[in-house]
């Protein structure tokens, strides 16, 4: 029973950054993707995001969270400021004014949402060569509208009135993949992260805060109204999700992609499926087309791992 | 304008069925179930702190782990991510305790 004992709390730092109090939804994927990113952080960060997007993490007066927040009303303000915040990091650390030999990372929790508001902004943002860490927390129709339509398209209930077709599978779910679109605007470091591998995702926070360069991490946070299922699957969809191959937890560090959750036995997709209310209408052809497409990105994937 | 006495009964009604966000200092009006650790099966391995998406899950002085109550929504993600299954939800509602009663 000793050699049991305490292995979690060894591992994770005792203190809360990101603190209990929210007003988010039960089993919210996002404030546990949150809340495991912030023992990853530690203490010394600057959070910074796009107010009013969110209902959950960074919301608007509700928050519970120790670190320096900026609160900004406007989409584009966010680039200005970061710029700003990477300046003074660098005079800083220029006047010695720090015992480290680098000054953290800024981290900047954003949502996908941001890529179709203000791409002009954040492309603006990638160009520069500071040294932010973006975690892009990605659940699939993201909480505009009342989860109602999302503009790169995404598989919901309340698309019934213009269902998704069967060549269109494919381009959803190509859509979603914002890694690939990044590595190739000069980050360092792009990674995939899912809560529900929290050792996985807390390494690779760690590691993009350590590589000098902007990095980029794409997360998949399970959303428990909007994909309609029961709040206490949150963990097990997001964990299904990537056995089944939907979304694959990799890393591209210096254009060398490596997959580092890898499955021997993929599951059908259909299991990813069945867990989601979202999916009632879905007719059994698409199921099929959408296995197709996944099956397609996945052997693509292990093609780029061997370059 | 003077409501009558069954006037004010129905609004008391409404509100007490229909409060949402009434209350800020607690998570309790989130909440239909609790969970509760089951002692001789648990292995005090933490799993359950590190998936909980509130925090809201501490460890006594024996190293043994308990829901803060005032901070619990009560999703029993904890539940699903136990190795030992030894947590289970039981029912408690602030809100619609009529609800359990149905």
Not at chain 1, 125 to 130: L, Y
Not at chain 1, 170 to 187: H, L, M, Q, S, T
Not at chain 1, 209 to 229: K, R
């Amino acid at each position: 029973m000793d050699r049991f004992s305490v292995y979690v709390p060894k591992l994770l730092p005792r203190d809360e950054n990101f603190l209990s109090g929210r007003r988010s939804c039960q089993g919210c994927g996002k404030a546990l993707a949150a809340r495991i990113a912030s023992k990853a952080i530690g203490n010394n960060g600057i959070i910074s995001g796009p107010a009013a997007q969110s209902r959950t993490p960074l919301a608007r007066s509700l928050t519970a969270h120790s670190y320096a927040y900026d609160y900004l009303t406007f989409d584009g303000l966010a680039g200005s400021l970061l710029a700003g915040i990477d300046q003074v990091n660098k005079s800083v650390q220029a006047e010695r004014k720090t015992r480290s030999k680098r000054v953290k990372k800024t981290v900047v929790g954003i949502d996908r949402r941001v890529f179709l508001a203000n791409p002009v902004v954040l492309s603006r943002v990638f160009e520069s060569d500071g040294e932010i860490l973006y975690l892009c927390f990605d659940n699939e129709p993201y909480m505009k509208a009342l989860i109602e339509h999302a503009s790169p398209q995404a598989f919901n209930l309340a698309q019934v009135p213009h269902p998704v077709k069967a060549e269109q599978v494919e381009r959803v779910i190509r859509e979603k993949n914002v890694p690939e679109v990044v590595a190739g605007a000069g980050f360092s470091y792009v990674a995939t992260a899912c809560p529900g591998f929290p050792f996985d995702y807390m390494a690779k926070v760690k590691k993009g805060l350590e590589l000098p360069g902007n990095a980029f991490i794409n997360i998949l946070s399970p959303c428990p109204t909007g994909w309609i299922f029961s709040p206490k699957l949150t963990g097990r969809v997001g964990q299904t999700a990537v056995k089944t191959g939907y979304f694959p937890l990799y890393e591209i560090e210096d254009g060398k992609t490596r997959i580092t959750e890898p499955i021997k036995a993929r599951k059908p997709v259909k299991d990813f499926i069945m867990m989601q209310g979202r999916f009632v209408l879905f007719p059994p052809e698409l199921i099929a087309a959408m296995q197709k497409a996944v099956d397609e990105i996945y052997t693509e994937l292990n093609e780029q791992m061997k370059r | 304008m003077a409501r009558t006495k069954q006037q004010r009964k129905a609004q008391s009604q409404f509100n007490q069925a229909i409060s949402i966000a009434d209350d800020f200092n607690s998570n309790e009006d989130f909440r239909f179930e609790r969970p509760v650790w089951d002692k001789e099966k648990c292995i005090k391995c933490g799993v359950c702190y590190l998936f909980c998406p509130d925090g809201a899950i501490r460890q006594d002085s024996e190293g043994y782990y308990e829901a803060d109550l005032t901070y619990c929504k009560g999703c029993g993600l904890c539940t699903m991510q136990c190795w030992t299954h030894c947590i289970t939800m039981e029912e408690s509602s602030k809100r619609f305790p009529w609800l359990i009663k149905l």
